[in-house]
């Protein structure tokens, strides 16, 4: 069983900066691929970026590439989303998700464990 929390959330201007973490409980982090996804009002949860449990392989979603960056700090259990040029079709809830496995995978149905959702608001 993995707990996850996110954190890094907040209110933003258009262009600005924010980095969401994800800290998972247990010790097998490593083992564990993880993603960010994100869920607009009245839309679908959306996959946003995911990284392999090395973190050697990164995926993303082509209107984040080159703004946002996935990263993990295995020794600390922690999953990073640095999100920046941010604009306001990014305000959503942020997900992140865990699988244990070793490759990176981009559909939500692929994870097992979720987070609570953290909110990104981006104003104009």
């Known amino acids: 069983q993995v707990q996850l929390v996110e954190s890094g959330g907040g209110l933003v201007q258009a262009g600005g900066s924010l980095r969401l973490s994800c800290a998972a409980s247990?010790?097998?982090?490593?083992?564990?691929?993880m993603g960010w996804f994100r869920q607009a009002p009245g839309k679908e949860r959306e996959f946003v970026a995911t990284?392999?449990?090395?973190?050697?392989?990164?995926v993303y979603v082509d209107s984040v590439k080159g703004r946002f960056t996935i990263s993990r700090d295995n020794a600390k259990n922690t999953v990073y989303l640095q999100m920046n040029s941010l604009k306001p079709e990014d305000t959503a809830v942020y997900y992140c998700?865990?699988?244990?496995?070793?490759?990176?995978?981009?559909?939500?149905?692929?994870?097992?464990?979720w987070g609570q959702g953290t909110q990104v608001t981006v104003s104009s």
């Open positions: 247990g010790r097998t982090f490593n083992s564990y691929a």
């Open positions: 990284i392999s449990s090395s973190g050697g392989s990164t």
């Open positions: 998700a865990a699988r244990m496995a070793y490759r990176y995978y981009l559909l939500a149905s692929s994870y097992d464990y």
